[in-house]
C-alpha cells in the first residue's frame, strides 16, 4: 500500500519561508519523479515543482520567479520543497504527489502523477 504523507505546512507572513516535506512508502521511491502540487480554494489544482527521479533537474513554472526549490533524498523516501519569499497568492493546500515517469516535462498536469498525498495548509498573510 502506497502512503505518501506531507507535513510542514503553516502559517507565515509575506516575505517569509517556509519548508514542506514528504514522506513515501510502499513502492520503489527512486524510480519515479516527485512533484509539488498546490490548490487554493475555489481554484484548480496546480503544479509547481516536478524533481527528477535523480534530481538531475527540477522545474518549475514561470511564475514561481525561482522561490521554489526541491531536494530528495532517495534513501530515506523523502522529497521536500523549499519555498521563499512568500506571498499571500502562495495561500493553498500543497500537496506531494509521485510521478507515473522517472523524468519531468516543461509543464505539469495532474493525469501524470498517481499517487498523492491528502495535503498540508499554507497560509501566507499580508
Known amino acids: 500500500q502506497v502512503q505518501v504523507v506531507e507535513s510542514g505546512g503553516s502559517s507565515v507572513q509575506a516575505g517569509g519561508s517556509l519548508r514542506l516535506s514528504c514522506k513515501v512508502s510502499?513502492?520503489?521511491?527512486?524510480?519515479?519523479?516527485m512533484g509539488w502540487f498546490r490548490q487554493a480554494p475555489g481554484k484548480e489544482r496546480e503544479g509547481v515543482l516536478c524533481i527528477t527521479r535523480n534530481s538531475d533537474f527540477t522545474y518549475t513554472p514561470a511564475w514561481i520567479m525561482g522561490r521554489f526549490s526541491s531536494s530528495r533524498d532517495n534513501t530515506e523516501n523523502t522529497v521536500s520543497l523549499q519555498m521563499d519569499n512568500l506571498k499571500p497568492t502562495d495561500t493553498a493546500m500543497y500537496y506531494c504527489?509521485?510521478?507515473?515517469?522517472?523524468?519531468?516535462?516543461?509543464?505539469?498536469?495532474?493525469?501524470?502523477?498517481?499517487?498523492w498525498g491528502q495535503g498540508t495548509q499554507v497560509t501566507v498573510s499580508s
Open positions: 504527489a509521485v510521478s507515473r515517469y522517472d523524468r519531468c516535462g516543461t509543464s505539469m498536469s495532474v493525469a501524470e502523477f498517481q499517487y
Open positions: 510502499g513502492l520503489q521511491f527512486g524510480r519515479w519523479a
